[in-house]
């Protein structure tokens, strides 16, 4: 499939530049194109990403545990796939082969429904991958995709119980907020990522700097992009201007409580929405806080329970930060940013869950599985 991706190189891009064209004449958002767009390095990491994934190790048949009862019952509990598993989703065509490789590795079929947007583009994905795995030996239709712009088809996919056994939206928050209000199939909620960095008063002002630059400006249009920055008040003075300077210079818009202001009179005013809001571009809200029990309650408050990032050389404070902080993945001095199946070591991702039932944070193979009980015996009964 890896293989099949590259030789296609040029019919995904052709099909992805009208995409992209029709995107800007609709007016999309730059951050929106961004994760439209496609180029010869995209489909080379997704490429690479396929590569990665088939070099795991396979999850399928994987002994979890296991026991023997005292009436000699042997009891296994062993990883087996999910099934078929749909996946909706928006405007980033990557997400249709990592998709793919990591159901198809778990043993299970997929059915893909993108974004309007990248539909050209998906199509041509789609056809590269399934005609990889028919010539290595599977059905050709253990990749799919629901090849319309229709959101009736999506509403109606959402109802194929039976057919689907779990659903995975991908999204912005309407779209996960319609899967999980709408769908009658079973549905792993991925989140959007409200994600904050906490600068705390111990902190290496420097090793902070490059976390808050990388963590906003590295590629804003992401769920584990920075999207709030919490500052302690004793080093506010010294770290926000020079803050203020290396964002401004990477194209920053920032917008900030009355004591950010006051230390940074380019900045807006901070409404209530902002503290809420996953911006998704170039826009970073600004927080000055009193202690680490101030930054803690505005991240509980306003956070989405995705990555949230403390900097600090204060051990208390960073295990403080861990053990509180309710979120699928916490950070102590790093960015964000490594939020991804790919930075985890997982090769790809289906997505980043964060809700709490069955999978949280990246979701890879294992998180694509289920298991069941295998139970041997000798002619045992109850």
């Known amino acids: 499939m890896a293989d099949a991706l590259s030789k296609a190189a040029a019919d995904i891009l052709a099909a992805n530049s009208e995409d992209v064209a029709r995107a800007r004449e609709r007016g999309v958002s730059g951050a929106m194109l961004d994760r439209l767009a496609l180029s010869e390095a995209r489909i080379g990491g997704m490429a690479e990403g396929l590569r990665q994934v088939a070099a795991l190790p396979d999850p399928v048949g994987q002994v979890l545990d296991g026991w023997r009862r005292p009436n000699g019952l042997a009891i296994s509990r062993v990883r087996v796939p999910l099934g078929v598993v749909g996946i909706i989703y928006e405007a980033r065509p990557n997400v249709t082969s990592d998709a793919a490789a990591l159901c198809l590795k778990a043993g299970n079929a997929c059915l893909l429904r993108g974004g309007s947007e990248a539909l050209q583009s998906n ?99 992401v769920c584990n992009a920075m999207e709030t920055l919490l500052v302690h008040e004793v080093i506010a003075d010294e770290f926000l201007p020079m803050a203020a300077e290396r964002l401004a210079e990477a194209g920053v818009e920032l917008r900030g409580c009355e004591r950010t202001r006051a230390l940074v009179p380019t900045a807006r005013p901070a409404s209530d929405e902002d503290w809420d809001t996953e911006y998704l571009d170039l826009i970073l809200a600004v927080r000055v806080v009193d202690d680490l029990d101030e930054a803690l309650g505005h991240i509980e408050r306003h956070g989405t329970r995705h990555s949230e990032a403390i900097v600090t050389a204060d051990y208390t404070a960073a295990e403080r930060f861990c053990a509180e902080v309710d979120a699928a993945a916490v950070y102590v001095n790093a960015s964000t940013r490594f939020t991804d199946g790919f930075e985890f070591g997982f090769g790809a991702e289906v997505g980043i869950s964060n809700q709490k039932l069955h999978a949280r944070g990246p979701m890879g193979l294992s998180e694509l599985t289920t298991y069941k009980y295998v139970v041997r015996g000798s002619g045992q009964v109850r």
């Open 123 to 221: 199509v041509a994905i789609v056809s590269a991958l399934a005609g990889a795995a028919e010539r290595a030996g599977l059905p050709r239709e253990c990749v799919q995709l629901v090849a319309s712009a229709d959101r009736a088809d999506a509403a109606e996919m959402m109802r194929l119980n039976g057919l689907i056994d779990v659903l995975i939206p991908r999204g912005g928050a309407g779209l996960i907020r319609s899967v999980v209000e709408n769908a009658t199939v079973p549905v792993i909620e991925t989140g959007t990522g409200n994600c904050h960095t906490y600068v705390d008063a111990s902190a290496d002002l420097d090793m902070a700097l490059e976390i808050v630059v990388n963590a906003k400006c590295s590629r804003p249009s």
